[in-house]
């Protein structure tokens, strides 16, 4: 048998300090973030210009529209409860008001709930938009129509009214048709016959009252949760701050362009739109269009706007960057926007509004939507693989 000198012994020693200097309990940072990035992340980073300031200011930002979120929304719950337990025009009337504070800060909000921290929750987190919002939507598979007195969820009598009931029905028959959420407190609450949609008499028809209004009560409680939640998905210092910064940089830029091109030109500033407005008016049966509209624009516009009337984080990283898109590129395109959009009747898509300005809206829209598509497309192309 041959025995180990010292000197074999201490190369031995050396070797087992190597191992475990590399041992698999030790994070591998490479692992880590790799499993917070996806291949288009590794596209939109160049090393030098950092993107952290940007990251920074887009979280404050949620903080901000989720906290305001969570103010304006609160009555909501409290203005419903009060017109149910006295269904009489004044307090419909205060909620109507609430609903839509509520409804404009979710629309300023929903920038921020456009893309999840991880790939993998992306469906859930789509999920979740489809139970706060869906648009278009046909209000007849809520409550009844004029022309169809008998139609909706509240006259399935059949059916009990319950949250996993009302789950199962949302968009169970298509898309357009939501059962929870923004649409359904708007389809109920508009209701304003009293004597046929809200009091009770003791005769036969209490029964849809009745169910009218447990309904109204579980969408609002319903509505008011998930608003919640979609606002603590951005409290601490887990989820976004966490990520590393190509992650972040997708999921800025991937959210502006779905708030821009998705959710305001594709679902409003189509060619069609004014002819058929029932399927592009952001608030078919409250109204009030363009005040909907507009907060869809608050994001980015507070992005571009430095709290201390200096350079914003994303014009700096714009002008340090490089490229066609630059803040004032982008800053001058919104103010086209913005005035565009001041232009238009109260209520559009709906009331026909005047055919030029309505393409001068359609054309500023678009040429945003095209300055954040070209900003993303340009970042992928210049940055080094």
Not at 40 to 63: L, M, Y
Not at 167 to 191: C, K, N, R, Y
């Amino acid at each position: 048998m041959r025995h180990a000198t010292p000197a074999h012994a201490l190369i031995a020693l050396f070797m087992l300090v190597l191992l475990g200097c590399s041992s698999s309990n030790e994070p591998d940072n490479q692992t880590e973030d790799s499993a917070h990035s996806s291949p288009a992340d590794a596209e939109v980073t160049e090393p030098g210009v950092q993107f952290a300031a940007v990251a920074r200011a887009f979280q404050a930002q949620a903080d901000a529209a989720g906290q305001a979120m969570q103010t304006a929304c609160q009555p909501l719950g409290t203005s419903v409860q009060a017109f149910l337990d006295n269904p009489e025009p004044g307090l419909q009337g205060d909620a109507h008001s609430a609903w839509h504070a509520c409804y404009e800060n979710w629309q300023a909000f929903s920038l921020f709930h456009q893309v999840a921290f991880n790939p993998a929750a992306q469906e859930a987190l789509d999920r979740s938009r489809r139970l706060i919002n869906v648009r278009p939507f046909l209000p007849g598979y809520i409550d009844a129509l004029p022309e169809y007195p008998y139609s909706g969820l509240v006259h399935e009598t059949g059916m009990v009214l319950t949250l996993d009931n009302l789950f199962e029905q949302h968009q169970l028959m298509d898309l357009e048709s939501p059962a929870l959420g923004f649409p359904v407190i708007e389809t109920l609450l508009w209701q304003t016959d009293r004597d046929t949609y809200w009091l009770t008499s003791g005769e036969d028809e209490d029964l849809t009252i009745t169910r009218r209004h447990q309904y109204l009560t579980l969408a609002t409680d319903h509505l008011l949760q998930q608003l919640e939640q979609a606002r603590l998905r951005w409290a601490g210092q887990v989820g976004f701050t966490g990520l590393p910064e190509p992650a972040q940089q997708r999921i800025v830029l991937t959210s502006l362009e779905h708030q821009i091109r998705r959710d305001l030109l594709d679902l409003t500033f189509v060619a069609d739109a004014p002819q058929e407005p029932d399927w592009h008016h952001p608030s078919l049966v409250a109204g009030q269009g363009k005040r909907h509209l507009q907060a869809r624009l608050k994001g980015l516009e507070t992005l571009l706007v430095s709290p201390d009337d200096g350079v914003s984080a994303l014009a700096s990283w714009l002008e340090r960057r490089g490229g066609p898109v630059t803040g004032e590129t982008l800053g001058d395109q919104l103010a086209v926007v913005l005035q565009a959009l001041d232009a238009l009747p109260e209520n559009v898509p709906a009331g026909d509004p005047d055919a030029e300005t309505w393409q001068q809206a359609v054309a500023a829209v678009t040429g945003l939507a095209d300055q954040i598509s070209l900003l993303r497309a340009s970042l992928a192309t210049q940055d080094p693989q």
